[in-house]
């Protein structure tokens, strides 16, 4: 039985994501299946229970009809004939060894060469060395499959320790602040932790309580509602469970020792270490206890972490890039960027999907729920006909939707912006003839097929794409889906070279799987003078909200508001991606 319960559910559909897309490369199934065992992680088997009973699962953001069935299949019988299919066209533990990232064709050469069929085997063979003698494989991917095993079977949480995607953990970590805010005496309450410093997937929750009467905030924390088993509750912190799966720590304390608090709960370890060094170079300690000029002393008078860092000869460094890559240098030698982008300053939304190809609203729904923003643009960037799995656009279709586009804005303030997500092919062309893709007024130009390019072949995909005078954003650069797929494999460095001689953007997608591009490429991008958009890729008007994960990829790839190109007007960014000839 896959397992008539959530959790279950859940894990069937990540087997369902992981064997579509090593069947057929099928990213938007994939990505469906991917996305709807989140959605079942992050509810509770109440409410889970409540929507089977009354038919309601599509109520639950992320789920539409056809996935909604696939769930109730599995709770009703306990099996899924599609993931049974699946596994019957794919050798035997194609799903466990997929986790590896292992590309299908690898797998069956392994298969076949070895018999492997379970990561213990993989491991067994790659111990005795066999692994490197399969063709295509050799020592160092031996080496690196090794290692891959064994982090996939070193100790971790318990299993109701799961981690989250950076929206699931911030979904769950807002009603937890809202129940501590109205604690007693409570001055300040702030997430902490990897969450605060943005980073794409967490461990769990952390949240620090500032309070005039600390004893009673702890009291309050403990009728958190939503918690599964409570670990440890004493003066120091209070540790439980969520519904969800998640662990959640909080640690309550006086006003005065809030701001050390906060810096060393939010870490990370290695900006801390730092930071401790530093001190000392000064002639001070930096402990949990606070910042002092003795061991033994008392602490300095903090405010909050602006006071800290001052104490340290430094400004104030963002939650954000507190990671020890350099941070600290550039803030002593003044380099550090003081106006990173924030979401107020976001003024178009882009990257938007349309019932025209897989989205799951019309124009006119995007466009409201745009105005509704306040926003001054949308892109409705519906697929290219390539992408025949995800209802592209024939360019018959594209007209009839740069129609529909005109009439809708008649009735809307926010300005429409007529594009495409267009395929970059496998051979670096794009996916419409040049006669249509200038008279868009915005294109994305993405990978969505044959991710398993090898590197060389990839990058010359991409860089041929990106000379073409059209291309004027890179879509989700490196098309990672978070945990499920890796990044392409490609010459980064060369193709953002040819980023930057070409004038092209590169987007930072907003969407929880992608976070694409990571921080530390976007940081090289920087280097190289490139300009951003901050996308959010969205399928559904709940999808526009996006944009916040967007904005914290790019803080935390040190982008500034001026580096990106929607933080312009309407009128300013349409000259800054018109494809070339149509300025």
């Known amino acids: 039985m896959e397992g008539r319960d959530r959790l279950g559910i859940a894990h069937a559909l990540k ?31 109440v409410t889970f229970e409540r929507l089977v009973a009354e038919d309601r699962l599509t109520a639950l953001s992320g789920i539409g009809v056809g996935l909604a069935a696939r769930i109730i299949e599995l709770h009703r019988t306990g099996r899924a004939e599609a993931l049974d299919t699946l596994r019957a066209q794919l050798p035997p533990g194609a799903s466990e ?62 299993p109701t320790g799961t981690r989250a995607l950076l929206a699931q953990a911030l979904e769950a970590a807002e009603p937890v602040l809202a129940h501590l805010r109205r604690a007693p005496g409570v001055t300040a309450a702030e997430i902490a932790g990897d969450l605060r410093r943005g980073l794409e997937m967490v461990d769990g929750i952390e949240v620090v309580v500032a309070s005039t009467t600390p004893a009673a905030a702890r009291a309050h924390a403990l009728a958190l509602p939503g918690v599964l088993s409570v670990s440890e509750s004493g003066p120091a912190a209070y540790r439980a469970v969520l ?37 000392e170079g000064r002639g001070l300690h930096l402990t949990r206890g606070g910042l002092t000029r003795s061991p033994s002393g008392p602490p300095l008078a903090a405010r909050d972490e602006e006071d800290l860092y001052g104490y340290l000869g430094l400004p104030f460094i963002p939650p954000e ?9 550039a803030a002593l030698e003044g380099r550090l960027p003081d106006d990173l982008v924030e979401e107020g300053d976001i003024r178009g939304l882009v990257h938007c999907h349309t019932v025209y190809s897989d989205g799951r609203h019309t124009v006119a729904e995007m466009a409201a729920a745009a105005d509704a923003l306040g926003m001054a643009y949308l892109t409705v960037t519906d697929h290219s006909p390539t992408a025949s799995y995800a209802g592209g656009l024939s360019v018959d279709r594209l007209r009839a939707q740069w129609d529909e586009i005109a009439r809708v804005q008649e009735s809307v303030a ?29 294109i994305i130009a993405s990978v969505h097929q044959r991710h398993r390019l090898g590197p060389e072949e990839m990058t010359r995909r991409l860089t041929r794409a990106m000379r073409h005078p059209c291309f004027k954003i890179w879509g989700h ?32 997608n907003g969407d929880p799987h992608r976070l694409d591009l990571a921080p530390r490429w976007l940081r090289a991008a920087r280097e190289r003078k490139l300009s951003f ?20 990829m790019a803080r935390r790839g040190w982008v500034r508001g001026v580096e990106v190109l929607n933080t312009l007007d309407a009128a300013g960014f349409a000259r800054a991606v018109a494809p070339a000839g149509t300025r």
Request: glycine residues 8%; negative net charge.
């Open 321 to 329: 890039l507190r990671e020890d890559e350099g941070e600290i240098e």
């Open 97 to 158: 060894l997929g986790r590896l990232g292992l590309p299908l064709a690898k797998i069956v050469a392994i298969h076949q060469a070895l018999g492997v069929e379970t990561l213990a085997d993989l491991r067994a063979a790659a111990e005795a060395g066999r692994v490197r003698n399969v063709k295509g494989i050799g020592p160092k991917t031996e080496a690196r499959l090794l290692e891959a095993i064994r982090r996939l079977e070193a100790p971790g949480p318990a």
């Open 477 to 508: 650069a490196l098309g990672r889906l978070i945990p499920s797929r890796p990044p392409i494999d490609v010459d980064v460095e060369q193709v953002l070279d040819v980023a930057a001689a070409s004038r092209v953007a590169i987007e930072i």
């Open 15 to 45: 087997e369902m994501a992981r064997l579509l897309d090593l069947a057929r490369e099928d990213t938007f199934k994939a990505r469906a299946y991917a996305r709807g065992a989140a959605v079942l992680e992050g509810i509770d088997d």
């Open 533 to 552: 958009v901050i996308s959010t890729d969205a399928h559904a008007v709940s999808e526009l909200g996006n944009l916040r994960y967007g904005v914290t």
């Open 243 to 279: 519904e969800n799966g998640l662990p959640l720590e909080v640690r309550v304390g006086l006003p005065d020792h809030h701001a050390t608090t906060l810096l060393h709960a939010t870490g990370s370890s290695a900006h801390l270490t730092h930071l401790a060094r530093l001190a």
């Open 414 to 442: 926010v300005r429409l912006l007529r594009g495409t997500e267009c395929d970059i092919l496998a051979d670096g062309a794009l996916d419409y003839p040049d006669a249509i893709l200038e008279q868009l007024d915005v």
